[in-house]
């Protein structure tokens, strides 16, 4: 019922960009903080990004003046745009969604997408 794909992934050479989509259904988009993860080969899911109900967002510093997260209510939809790609920020991407009213990221996210894979090389 409460649903969340992400595209846009794909082959990318170093330096290059990318834009990822995270697209809901089943709940009303707007009281949702989105959350942007990845999973690099042998590591661990680590957050990337959140975006909060009033707008207020997060990054990790890795990818801070890099990436940027946006949200378009209209559409439900949350993206991730990625700049200056290094062969690091290779993983699966996912997003998630918690009902949440902090000005934080929340901790524990109740819905999750099935990723998509986002390969940096030349």
């Known amino acids: 019922q409460l649903q969340l794909v992400e595209s846009g992934g794909g082959l990318v050479q170093p330096g290059g960009s990318r834009r990822l989509s995270c697209a809901t259904s089943g709940f009303t988009f707007d009281y949702y903080t989105i959350g942007w993860f990845r999973q690099a080969p042998g590591k661990e899911r680590e957050g990337v990004s959140c975006?909060?109900?009033?707008?207020?967002?997060w990054y990790k510093d890795s990818v801070k003046g890099r990436f940027t997260i946006s949200r378009d209510n209209a559409k439900n939809t949350v993206y991730l745009q990625m700049s200056s790609l290094k062969p690091e920020d290779t993983g699966i991407y996912y997003c998630?969604?918690?009902?949440?009213?902090?000005?934080?990221?929340?901790?524990?996210?109740?819905?999750w997408g099935p990723g998509t894979q986002v390969t940096v090389s030349s």
């Open positions: 975006i909060g109900r009033s707008g207020n967002t």
């Open positions: 998630a969604a918690r009902y949440y009213s902090g000005r934080d990221c929340p901790s524990v996210y109740d819905y």
